[in-house]
């Protein structure tokens, strides 16, 4: 790999999807098109959070990389891996120790601080698509602030069912301003949208670029006779014992049997290492 | 006991070795040598460099054997390899009336200057096994003619001198390039057929059917369809003039279609265009007739709502290797999507037992 | 060509250009912070920080204005080789660098309701930068932060454009900062 450039991209890609960072940055919320570039990995696949990884990615840099909440998940082992290979950076599966996190799906549960940056692989940056197919159009309506047809949507959910029907990628509005997609994370973790981190977003098959910086005001669209609720399973994780983090159900047996654990790997290990005991974890040898 | 799911990097090693060992195959076989896959599965070479943007026989064939023969994902992979090469500069744009012509037809005059050239083509050929294939490839020697050397005029041309087709504006304008910008809607004819020519072929088939079959239906004839070869040429600064860089094989075709008239135009045939890396005949003609489908609007004809005529719809589904990508993401892990649907779907139905059960008693 | 058109430029582009994208970022994301920047050498009176921003975030796509403050026959021969941009009019400018009184705010495109990022960022060459003056609110910052903003009105005019508008790089020697157009600032 050592014949390409560091970080793979060329120094001019890489300027390209700076400036529309920068763009993204400076108008919280909105999907800045990019020239998005093929990547050694299919679209869909986090090629939009590695062009904006590659694009921030400096040689003093420690990366996490995660999927699903986990650092071993073989998509999340590919992209750290390519990063090693093409970057030559310090990698690590501790939240606290990064500076970069590419994520998908989740938030980390510990929480982030000012030196560090999330960055965000979306598959459908568009929070409208599902509503109005075409990019003229939901560019229009963006434009105009016209997001009525998503409140609609919303209230026909809660009308149905009594409560709004979306249980990820749950549609928020940033600085009061833009309805954004906060990709497909579940809804458990909108509230950590409101953070010190930067979060970049990235979608490479839709060419957009999009930026949520620092304290800036993101609120989960909602009504004021239906709040906005995060969920979880009402469980402890089986593994460590916590009451508060979003967990993963696993099937352990034929009849059914079931565990919940930490989505979030490394908060989970760390609780273990602390001591923190849940349902299923090993019995200590009495030393 | 549970332990949490480890091993994805081993895994993934894993994989690629037996990925490797799968493509070799039965290694008392002969391997495959990229001369062969060049030589002798020349059209997979042509579209894997048509689809995937790049002109490099060898390369392709390498991209062919790497993929076990998946094209896609040969395309794939020189797309990947493309997007690395930095630009040192532009051609001039080619002269397809001074190509080298292999094939040559015209579906709209029986006989026209510089003739009907059938080339080497499947359209006459009975379809029928070749089990002498199987064991012998060697062939005779075909006839040879005198290559003509002068230019082959196009025959839409004849149609131009009468005033009776729509004439094209030659500009000397940049075209967009979608490879460098983000595509942006509504796109000019250059971007459109940009991302058509790149576009997978069997998506523009079935678009070009669909046109065919009544949905945007615009009656359309091969005026000219041209294969062969021409020399590419790019302007030296330095030297302040043109030189020659290479020799590509390319795909041309013209269809000439009816049309009516419109409030702004008078009646007159109208135009579709194709053009192709390769010899890809198929692609060509089928982006002549979507190419001409996407042009409703200019030329004042009626939406009718057909999805060839949806240029957003068309140029935003056309790429192979976008559509793969992302239709294949859904195997990668989603378990904490589903969990949190699964948590909702468990709370919509124990709400709806609630009320079942209160109805009931009441 | 003079020989100081030649120098100037990045040692080590990949990693130098890295490392000043992430001070570009960082400033963009947080208004108020002040970074240092370093690295660039532009013919006078272009500062290290501004020379340093050029390099990182220009090249032949970036048309460029330079303001009457900077726009001498040197810089031009400098920003051609080591970068390529085409010089331009301020209102077709993707960048723009000068000093405050030089640069005419009004000529510049604020970007489209469709496309609010097709507009200017501005490259602004201060004296010194602290963070005090101007108080600033909004996104990136936590509660509030000051910064020695040359002016108070224009910024509040462009916020009002928001989410069209400019936005602002500061530059003083190897210092940094920036305004977004999200930032509201008022006078402190």
Partial sequence: MSDYNFAYLDEQTKRMIRRAILKGVAIPGYQVPFASREMPMPYGWGTGGVQVTAACLTPDDTLKVIDQGADDTTNAVSIRKFFENTADVAVTGQTSEASIIQTRHRIPEHPLTEDQILVYQVPIPEPLRFLEPRETETRKMHALEEYGLMHVKLYEDIARHGHIATAYAYPVKVEDRYVMDPSPIPKFDNPKLESPAIQLFGAGREQRIYAVPPFTKVVSLDFEDHPFEPARAEHECDLCGADHTYLDEVIIDDNGGRMFVCSDTDYCETRQSAGHRGKFSPKENAA | MYVAVKGGERAIDNAHAWLAEERRGDVNVSELTLPQIR???????????????????????????????????????????????????????????????????????????????????????????????????????????????????????????????????????????????????????????????????????????????????????????????????????????????????????????????????????????????????????????????????????????????????????????????????????????????????????????????????? | MSTTSLQGGFDTPPKQSALAFRAALSTMARPGNIETLSGGNAPTPVSEAAATLLLTLCDQETPIYLAPSHDRPALREWIAFHIGAPFVAASSALFALGTWDTLQLTEFPTGTPEYPDRSTTLIVELETLTTTGPRLTGPGIKDHAYLSLPDVAAFQQNNALFPMGLDFYFTAGVQLAALPRSTKVEAN
């Fill in chain 2, 39 to 362: 030589e002798q599965m020349t059209l997979a070479v042509h579209r894997v460099m048509a689809e995937g943007s790049l002109y490099d026989p060898d390369l392709a064939a390498l991209a062919i054997k790497q993929s076990r023969g998946d094209l896609i994902e040969a395309i794939f992979l020189i797309r990947a390899y493309r997007t690395t090469l930095p630009r040192i500069g532009y051609s001039d744009p080619v002269d397809t009336g001074k190509m080298t012509c292999d094939r040559r037809i015209s579906a709209t005059f029986k006989d026209a200057p510089g003739g009907q050239v059938l080339g080497p083509t499947f359209d006459y050929t009975h379809r029928l096994l070749d089990f002498k294939l199987a064991a012998d490839g060697e062939v005779p020697t075909a006839n040879h003619a005198i290559p003509q050397t002068a230019d082959m005029p196009r025959i839409t041309d004849f149609l131009n001198k009468d005033d009776l087709i729509q004439t094209e504006v030659p500009s000397d304008e940049t075209p967009p390039d979608m490879t460098r910008e983000p595509m942006e809607y509504p796109a000019n004819r250059a971007l459109r057929l940009q991302t058509l020519t790149r576009g997978d072929e069997g998506f523009v088939l079935g678009m070009a059917y669909s046109t065919q079959r009544g949905y945007g239906r615009n009656h359309p004839f091969v005026g000219e369809l041209r294969i062969g070869t021409i020399s590419v040429e790019m302007e030296i600064a330095e030297l302040g003039f043109s030189i020659e860089i290479g020799e590509i094989t390319l795909t041309e075709c013209e269809t000439v279609n009816q049309f009516t008239g419109s409030k702004s135009e008078p009646p007159q045939f109208t135009r579709g265009y194709g053009l192709v890396f390769g010899q890809l005949e198929r692609k060509a003609i089928s982006m002549a007739l979507v190419d001409r489908a996407l042009r409703w609007q200019e030329l004042g004809e009626d939406n009718l709502g057909a999805p060839a005529q949806d240029e957003e719809f068309v140029l935003s589904h056309s790429d192979n290797i976008q559509a793969t990508g992302f239709l294949e993401h859904i195997k990668l892990p989603h378990y904490v999507d589903f969990q949190s649907e699964l948590e909702l779907v468990r709370k919509l139905r124990c709400e709806a037992q609630a009320a079942a059960h209160k109805e009931a008693a009441e």
